[in-house]
């Protein structure tokens, strides 16, 4: 199975600041990389897809890039609604597998 | 607009079974695969299975592997989980999510609100 990990685990952050987040394969997924954020008590929301493609309606202060093992998400301009926790995942081979996720919250 | 409502959840003793559902509409269920996902209590996102877009094909995580089968009703515009053997470690808010479909590639566009399983004695 292909392990994925998340660094860092969480952070903290002030409005307006500029966040990234790393994710990592255990082995190659070419784009297979997609980006969730999740709010608490709420379901997940898709961000991200093929590691750098928005999904529809995700404003562009959202950009992951990467390929191979090496993925990262950048949040720019992070607002009050931004504060959440974020998942990678890669859906390149099953079992299909998440990554622990990064919790951003407020400095 | 896409809709996905999960139901079926609720506490359950281990060793029992449950079936939960998925109810979509705003879009052509019968064209698009569709996943369960779950979210044990203050833990992270699992994915737990997949079904293509006429149930031909279906594929599990290996902890549900053998316990658990996902189905669906074209018919209903219905996605299913049949959980049978539950365990302790099965209990998790179940999210039904659909395929985008772009390019045959299986990542996850919407989301449902997920049901609440509850495994325990």
């Known amino acids: 199975d292909i392990q994925m990990t998340q660094s860092p685990s969480s952070l903290s952050a002030s409005v307006g600041d500029t966040v990234t987040i790393t994710c990592r394969a255990s082995?190659?997924?070419?784009?297979?990389l997609a980006w969730f954020q999740q709010k608490p008590g709420k379901a997940p929301k898709s961000l991200i897809y093929?590691?750098?493609s928005l999904q529809s309606g995700v404003p562009s202060k959202f950009s992951g890039s990467g390929s191979g093992t090496d993925f990262t998400l950048t949040i720019s301009s992070l607002q009050p609604e931004d504060f959440a926790t974020y998942y990678c995942?890669?859906?390149?081979?099953?079992?299909?597998?998440f990554g622990p996720g990064t919790k951003v919250d407020i400095k | 607009q896409v809709q996905l409502v999960e139901s079926g959840g609720g506490v359950v003793q281990p060793g029992r079974s449950l079936r939960l559902s998925c109810a979509a509409s705003?879009?052509?269920?019968?064209?698009?695969?569709m996943h369960w996902v779950r979210q044990a209590p203050a833990k992270g996102l699992e994915w737990v299975a997949i079904v293509s877009y006429d149930g031909n094909n279906k594929n599990y995580a290996d902890s549900v592997k053998g316990r658990f089968t996902i189905s669906r009703d074209n018919s209903k515009n219905t996605l299913y989980l049949q959980m049978n053997t539950l365990r302790i470690e099965d209990t998790a808010m179940y999210y039904c999510a659909k395929i985008s479909g772009r390019d045959g590639d299986n990542e996850i566009d919407y989301w449902g609100q997920g049901t609440l399983v509850t495994v325990s004695s």
């Open positions: 995942q890669q859906y390149n081979s099953y079992p299909f597998t």
């Open positions: 093929s590691a750098s």
């Open positions: 082995q190659g997924i070419s784009t297979y």
């Open positions: 705003g879009f052509t269920f019968s064209s698009y695969g």
